[in-house]
């Protein structure tokens, strides 16, 4: 979570009123489902570790009966009283509970007593039973039961378990609720607002509040919130003394507009003060709440410090409009232990195995995990420019000597991060600077910094992203590359290497997997290290996803430093789930775990092999729960690293340490109808995608690729491995039958040499379920999934001219061949497009000659008015995600420019220019778009696609593509279709 700073000056201005110090009428019951606390609500399908108790008693989940939500717990096949459904108890010695627990009888068994008991065997003594809650149970209703314990001796085998007063009676269980008594810290806080009080809610400023009837969550009131003064103030809640250091707790509350609010974005902070100095943080950031609805407002939050004030608060990221409040709830998060019979990392690789970490990570179990599996860490925040000198001078070193001090006590090494970056950095820093005051700054900063830390932080960060390979000179365009040039690197080295000459200097980036980056960054060191600059090493920060890059770019990447002579490290690795920039799951399918899994195998080959290049790899993050990505750049779930939300070890996990645990990757491949000849040649048709990957294994990797025909399936293999042996083979096993091609050939098969292998291709019977072998004596690389047949990927050409840029369809567009949009992705019809393209130097022109009888540019959203959209893959990659350079260009009708790219598309938001021209029965569309990052040629294939969107006034009412079947070129460039240039 992140320290809202700006928060910080407008807060300090206003007066917080002192609230008591204990939120009152907050206890009730826990709220939440099976994570929060100890509540068994079955809702996840699994029995939550209840099972039977007796011979020939069965408990199961069932949908047939529940008290809350839609599944219950049966237990059926009793045949004496003391059989029934039982669980390891979680209770603890010296701490009392309050047990709650709702029961039916299955129809048709008569009334009964339904007891709840614990059975345990004191240490030295006799098996004892004690009865904790029971009730008169029917199968007309569901019956609460309650009641509570607590033990004293040290005990062993301690169960709680339902049982009957009737030997066969059949019952269901549900909302089973284990409450921890006695500590303020362990229950929950809860308000409804039902009693007509604010419930111990009070302003944060000039807010008005008050129990209003009229609206409500649930019940009949709500707490109804007016006259705010600014957009951060509004209710507080007190909860000093409600939370414990290091414990962490589920939050979640329900907000709507108040009247005459048409929009607004609401968000759950916390405001906590140790001191003086107050910090903000967020605990579920500002999300839309359309008019009229109720949204809920959740997240989870750890205390990391020792605080003397602590408030929760509702508040707006902009506005002061009025809303309601209703069904908070806080919820002590019982931690699941740490798993202690698994190896550690740290001892499975052969590099330093790093984590990022905030002050909460240090704490609990995540202090327990992080101590257990890494031995280096990186501060994540703690040591950036806004956390060390959030104003000229006032150097801030809480966190970071935190954090040192935590390292150091456990013999870990030290990564600092960063010196200097153009992100979380503050305004001042650049503020009125000319180039001799902003290096001043800079000289300051990194000599205070670095000097503090001197032998302690191993290796410095020194400088962060400066590369931008979209750039003539590749560097970034950031204030400090503005006002001070190259010279803030110079000077940011040297000054490092100044104040302590035995740390180790970085510069550290993202995306240096990627060839255009990877050579920009390459040339940058190349050149700084000739001037004598002291940089050690180069970082690459490997925020990678699910698909890309493949980890054959990662490997590509260590071995072309590694020319340069400099120490490399991976420094913030993790691996989305997500290949795009919008996406989100409800919940993660398990098969895409798995493949992550493969996926940090893979990765963690790589380091393997080049251990000799490495000396550390840091995951950004030790645990998912703690990750960046659950709010960069949207907020979702995701779960990009080696544990999960509660620090158990994940697919991934066994992917680093033991894959042979992994089940089988289940993958997938689309083989685009076509008939390649099978001469060992590469057709032009193989080209029009790429290969899919087959990650390397010893010596030999591949990459593969399958047309689907009449005749059967066509098959690829592009082998690298560069020495030819005897043993040399591909197998294909399509649905079990095996077909292996030599470097000689084989039956309906053919091999070439290549430069770094060979290539074979041949026929095969048709099937879906494929495995795909490339064997020599040094190993063994494969590729198991299922294959789908698809239609064929389109290809057009564009000819080499230039046309004049002004609606007119002038004659050099007679020369390119005329493609038509006809692939509907909604309608069946409407405005459709014919399309010619030309290219000369590094620009293609696309004319798009719409026939659309009815414009409208009414809706507010660019892609329900009448346009075109051009898309525009420069090297055809065909990756799921958009790649820095891959463009959705959209031209309306008249004449209006809209770009669609990587989340904010500055690779691509300046190469577009284009004139729209009414014509009668439609409009011509003439766009020239720079490819400033390819070569163009002839022959060169550009992933290419086009869109036609027709309006009916505000609203979209048709969409038809040239290629693309998905109705999803805006997210993912892989069914774009192919534009090859001609001479
Ligand atoms: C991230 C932190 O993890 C977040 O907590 C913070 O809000 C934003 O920065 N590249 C970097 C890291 O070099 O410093 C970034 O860390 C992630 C991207």
Redesign the pocket.
């Known amino acids: ?2 320290t809202l700073r700006a928060l910080v000056a407008a807060a300090l201005l206003c007066l917080v009123p002192v609230l008591p110090a204990h939120a009152d009428d907050g206890s009730g019951g826990s709220t939440g489902g099976s994570t929060t606390g100890f509540t068994y609500d079955f809702e996840d399908g699994t029995t939550q570790g209840w099972g039977p108790r007796g011979d020939g008693v069965s408990v199961t989940v069932t949908a047939d009966a529940a008290h809350g939500g839609t599944s219950g717990l049966l237990t059926t096949g009793r045949t004496a009283t003391w059989h029934g459904a039982s669980i390891a108890a979680p209770f603890v010695r010296g701490t009392g509970y309050t047990v709650t627990a709702y029961a039916r009888l299955v129809t048709g068994q008569p009334a009964g007593t339904l007891a709840l008991t614990v059975q345990r065997t004191p240490a030295g003594g006799e098996t004892t039973y004690e009865r904790v809650a029971a009730a008169t149970v029917t199968d007309g209703a569901w019956v609460r039961l309650s009641g509570s314990y607590q033990f004293t001796a040290e005990s062993t085998d301690v169960l709680l378990y339902a049982e009957s007063s009737d030997a066969t009676t059949e019952f269901s269980l549900d909302d089973i609720v284990i409450t921890p008594l006695g500590d303020p810290t362990r229950e929950p806080v809860t308000s409804d607002f039902e009693d007509g009080t604010a419930q111990g809610w009070a302003p944060r400023a000039a807010a008005v509040l008050e129990s209003s009837a009229d609206a409500a969550h649930a019940g009949g009131r709500a707490l109804a919130v007016s006259g705010r003064s600014a957009s951060w103030d509004g209710p507080a809640l007190n909860v000093l003394g409600r939370m414990a250091k290091g414990d962490k707790y589920a939050l979640s509350v329900w907000v709507r507009l108040g009247p005459d609010t048409p929009s607004g974005r609401l968000g759950l902070s916390v405001e906590r003060r140790s001191g003086d100095t107050p910090s903000y943080e967020r605990i579920a950031s500002p999300k839309d709440v359309p008019a009229g609805e109720w949204v809920q407002l959740s997240g989870t939050y750890t205390l990391a410090y020792d605080v003397d004030f602590l408030s929760l608060y509702v508040e707006s990221d902009s506005g002061t409009f009025p809303f309601y409040l209703d069904d908070f709830s806080m919820t002590y998060v019982q931690p699941k232990p740490i798993q202690t019979d698994i190896p550690a990392l740290k001892d499975e690789v052969p590099f330093v195995m790093g984590s ?1 970490i ?1 002050r909460p990570d240090t704490l609990g179990v995540h202090g327990e995990l992080l101590a257990r599996h890494f031995n280096g860490v990186t501060p ?2 703690a040591l ?1 420019w806004d956390a060390t000198e959030p104003s000229e001078g006032e150097f801030d070193f809480t966190d970071g000597d935190y954090l040192v001090d935590f390292a150091t006590r456990h013999g870990m090494t030290i990564r600092g ?2 010196l200097a ?1 153009h ?2 950095t503050p305004d001042w820093v650049f503020a009125g600077a000319d180039k001799e005051t902003l290096l001043k700054r800079l000289e300051t900063h990194v000599r205070t910094l670095v000097s503090r830390y001197k032998g302690k932080i191993a290796v410095w ?1 020194v400088v ?2 400066v590369v931008d390979e979209n750039q003539p000179d590749g560097l970034r365009r950031s204030p400090w590359y503005e006002i001070a040039g190259l010279d803030f690197i110079r000077t940011a080295f040297r000054v490092a290497h100044e104040a302590d000459p035995d740390a180790k200097l970085f510069i ?1 980036d ?1 995306n240096t997997e990627f060839p255009r980056k990877r050579e920009a960054l390459y040339a940058l060191v190349k050149r700084l290290k000739g001037e004598g600059v002291p940089i050690d090493g180069v970082g690459h ?1 490997l ?1 990678l996803n699910i698909e890309q890059p493949p980890a054959s770019a990662v490997e590509a990447t260590i071995e072309r430093f590694a020319s340069l002579g400099v120490e490399q490290q991976v ?2 690795l993790d691996v989305s789930i997500y290949t795009d920039f919008v996406s989100s799951y409800d919940a993660i399918p398990p098969e895409l775990l798995v493949e992550q899994g493969h996926r940090y195998k893979e990765l963690f080959d790589v380091f393997r092999r080049q251990a000799a290049e490495l000396s550390s790899v840091t995951v ?2 030790e645990s998912d729960d703690v990750s ?1 990505l659950q ?2 750049p949207i907020t979702r779930l995701n779960a990009p690293l080696l544990f999960d939300d509660e620090l158990q070890a994940k697919p991934a996990y066994w992917g680093v340490v033991d894959p042979s645990r992994l089940a089988p990757p289940v993958r997938r491949l689309e083989a685009p109808a076509g008939t390649p000849r099978v001469d060992g040649g590469r057709d032009l048709q193989w080209d029009l995608l790429p290969d899919a990957p087959i990650a390397r294994v010893g010596d030999v990797s591949a990459g593969f690729q399958a047309r689907s025909s009449a005749k059967g399936l066509y098959l690829l293999a592009e082998v690298t491995d560069p020495t030819a042996g005897r043993e040399d083979r591909v197998t294909f096993t399509v649905d079990g039958t095996r077909h292996v091609v030599t470097r000689h050939g084989g039956h309906k098969a053919a091999a070439r040499r290549t430069r770094t292998g060979y290539r074979v291709e041949a026929l095969v019977p048709a099937g879906k379920d494929v495995t795909v072998t490339v064997h020599d004596t040094t190993g063994e690389a494969t590729w198991t999934g299922e294959i789908t047949p698809v239609a064929a990927v389109k290809l057009t050409s564009a000819a080499r001219r230039a046309p004049v840029l002004d609606g007119v369809v002038d004659r050099a567009w007679s020369a390119a061949p005329e493609i038509r949009t006809a692939t509907w992705l909604q309608g069946t019809s409407g405005a459709t497009a014919k399309v010619r393209s030309l290219w000369s130097g590094s620009t293609l022109y696309v004319l798009a000659q719409v026939a659309d009888p009815v414009l409208s540019e009414e809706s507010p959203n660019a892609w329900e008015q009448d346009s075109v959209e051009i898309f525009v893959d420069p090297d055809n990659g065909k990756t799921k995600g958009y790649g820095d350079d891959d463009g959705q260009y959209r031209v309306g009708f008249t004449g209006r420019i809209t770009v669609g790219g990587t989340f904010d598309a500055a690779g691509v938001k300046d190469n577009v220019r284009a004139v729209a021209k009414q014509v009668p029965g439609g409009y011509v569309v003439e766009a020239a778009i720079d490819l400033p990052t390819v070569t163009l040629r002839p022959g060169t294939l550009l992933g290419f696609d086009v869109q036609v969107n027709d309006a009916t006034g505000a609203a979209r009412t048709s969409a038809v593509t040239w290629n693309d079947v998905t109705d999803r070129a805006y997210l993912d460039t892989s069914h774009w279709g192919v534009l090859r240039l001609a001479r």
């Open positions: 979570m992140r990022a905030s994540g925040n950036k991060h960063t970056w992100s979380q960060d962060n992203e550290n993202y920060q925020h420094t913030e950004w993050g960046w709010s960069w």
